[in-house]
């Protein structure tokens, strides 16, 4: 059997110090959990495995559990765009106890479950501003379930009595979806994780709870049989999987394995090496390289990576973070080659710069502007200094610096905090374990407490193409629920009429329009300071056994587990 021909068996392991945000469908959102979910949660509709990034099918939805793309030519879209009708493929089977289809009726399920308000999806708008009814099924489960330690019987009460009306099911195989307005991106938002099937099994757990964990149903290749929370994982094949319903995953290897434990780039590189291991967990190890890679996307869409949110609600130093005039002296401090220097002593193996905007190059929007413009790159801390006395703060701030800690992070977060100093602002910085760290900067409650000022998490697009919304609506709609991606709960009525505006044009100059002056609106305000734009483009590093492992786009390019297979080792 040659390499090029897939093999069964073996045992997958992955190691790093990354964790899951979470484990539930309804609630995973970074690339690390849409890693393991691809594995056991299906959506209508999602991604396939392609190895050149150049290829226009690496970032173009595919059926899933949908039997095809709705469209005109095939009476699935109506004429006015405004009525996506869906049919199931039969026999996608859940791993239960005697196995059940999936049905129309699990995806309604999935639908509503992301509204939750113990740990909803974070990026909600995406469908509330699209699906009819959504929104307002959202905020009436808020307001009949405020509370976020509801318990699974409050939840399954609401979901049961209450009906998403741009939603409907006309038999077990058939949905029909009623939009707001014409959405060219309706697919991609049905292929973002959020959106998989949910058992019925589900009414009787708390989304992403501990039962949540140890009760998790598949209908995808693997299934979960443990996981640890930022600790270990291991999934093994689903048994009643068949591969005549899935074009797009196989179940090449036995089981996945991953360990999760303090370990820089060079310590998981290390094992990876000896053969402990057969990929890195997180961690950017790389491929031998003599110089920066080139882009093998052909600048697909650039990440924001590390990007710095302001708290903006923060009663801290008298509220002062909530005054965009305050952001906007802060905003001219850093010195973002130092934090480039940093990623290049890590070898991470990817095309990276400053960044000036929060659309960073190669997404739709994205216009090269800089309002904040330093020498170099370098940062102005006495113009900061400066600013923030004419702000009324002539003896500068007290801030609180979140940061994950691990791999680069420390690093990064030393090197800001240095840049505020010299500005003649004090840090505290407050170091995070992988594992809690975006589940704490998603629940609004520890942003109004104050319990951080700054933090620098990463953003990379949900899709790429037409993904005008895939960075600012996210990122910086008014969104204080559970579950946001409004980490510091920003507010600007105008930012949120333009991004309504934007959704609601067919013609996509002037989309891109929108979506540039939205940017420009949100850097204005500095709500957000980019550092480096990154072409996630990281060749990773691989152990031996290691075949056909194609880095996925809408993962952050980290690699489909569910086509890869293992060599036996010499």
Request: charged fraction near 20%; include cysteine; proline fraction near 8%.
């Amino acid at each position: 059997m040659s390499d090029s021909e897939p093999r069964r068996g073996g045992t997958l392991r992955l190691y790093g110090p990354g964790s899951m945000d979470h484990l539930d469908p309804a609630s995973a959102y970074y690339a690390l959990g849409h890693q393991i979910t691809r594995l056991f949660a299906r959506q209508l509709f999602t991604y396939p495995a392609v190895k050149d990034l150049k290829d226009w099918r690496a970032i173009t939805p595919v059926p899933d559990v949908a039997v095809e793309v709705p469209s005109t030519y095939n009476a699935g879209l109506s004429v006015n765009h405004l009525t996506y009708t869906v049919r199931l493929r039969r026999g996608v089977l859940w791993d239960t106890t005697p196995p059940r289809e999936v049905t129309a009726h699990d995806f309604v399920r999935g639908f509503k479950r992301m509204c939750n308000p113990v740990c909803g999806a974070g990026a909600i708008r995406y469908f509330t501003s699209t699906i009819r009814g959504l929104a307002q099924f959202a905020a009436a489960y808020g307001e009949a379930v405020p509370h976020a330690d509801a318990t699974a019987a409050e939840l399954a009460d609401f979901q049961n009595s209450h009906e998403i009306s741009g939603i409907r099911v006309l038999d077990d195989w058939t949905l029909v979806f009623e939009l707001i307005r014409p959405a060219a991106d309706f697919v991609h938002i049905l292929a973002v994780p959020f959106a998989s099937a949910a058992p019925v099994e589900y009414d009787a757990l708390v989304p992403d709870s501990d039962g949540f964990r140890r009760g998790v149903r598949s209908d995808g290749p693997y299934r979960v049989v443990h996981y640890d929370h930022g600790r270990s994982l291991r999934l093994e094949r689903n048994p009643v999987w068949d591969k005549a319903t899935d074009d797009v995953r196989n179940q090449h290897v036995d089981a996945v394995e991953v360990t999760m434990e303090r370990a820089d780039p060079v310590q998981v590189g290390r094992v990876i090496t000896s053969g402990a291991a057969d990929l890195s967990w997180a961690s950017p190890v790389t491929e031998p390289y003599e110089a920066n890679p080139t882009d093998p996307g052909n600048d697909l869409g650039y990440a924001l990576n590390p990007y710095l949110v302001f708290n903006t609600v923060s009663p801290n130093n008298g509220g002062a973070l909530g005054r965009p005039e305050v952001r906007r002296a802060l905003a001219w401090a850093f010195d973002k080659v130092a934090v480039l220097d940093i990623y290049d002593q890590l070898a991470a193996g990817t095309v990276m710069r400053p960044a000036r905007s929060a659309i960073p190059p190669g997404n739709v929007g994205y216009e090269p502007f800089d309002l904040y413009p330093t020498p170099g790159d370098r940062g102005d801390p006495e113009r900061c200094r400066a600013l923030l006395a004419e702000a009324g703060h002539p003896d500068g701030l007290t801030l609180t610096f979140l940061h994950r800690d691990v791999d680069a992070n420390p690093e990064v977060a030393k090197s800001c905090a240095a840049d505020l100093e010299r500005a003649g602002i004090t840090v505290e910085l407050l170091p995070m374990g992988h594992a809690d760290y975006y589940a704490y900067l998603q629940d609004p409650a520890n942003a109004e407490a104050g319990t951080w000022d700054l933090t620098s998490p990463s953003w990379t697009p949900d899709w790429f193409g037409n993904n005008g919304r895939a960075f600012l609506q996210p990122m910086f709609q008014t969104n204080r629920a559970r579950g946001t991606s409004n980490y510091g709960c920003y507010h600007n009525p105008e930012v949120d009429e333009l991004i309504e505006e934007a959704l609601a044009t067919v013609d996509e100059d002037r989309a891109h329009a929108i979506w540039h002056r939205v940017d420009e609106l949100v850097m204005g305000d500095a709500a957000i300071v980019p550092i480096l734009e990154h072409a996630p483009t990281i060749p990773h590093l691989k152990g031996s056994r290691v075949r056909n492992a194609i880095p996925m786009p809408t993962i952050d390019r980290w690699f489909d587990l569910s086509n890869l297979w293992l060599e036996p080792t010499p």
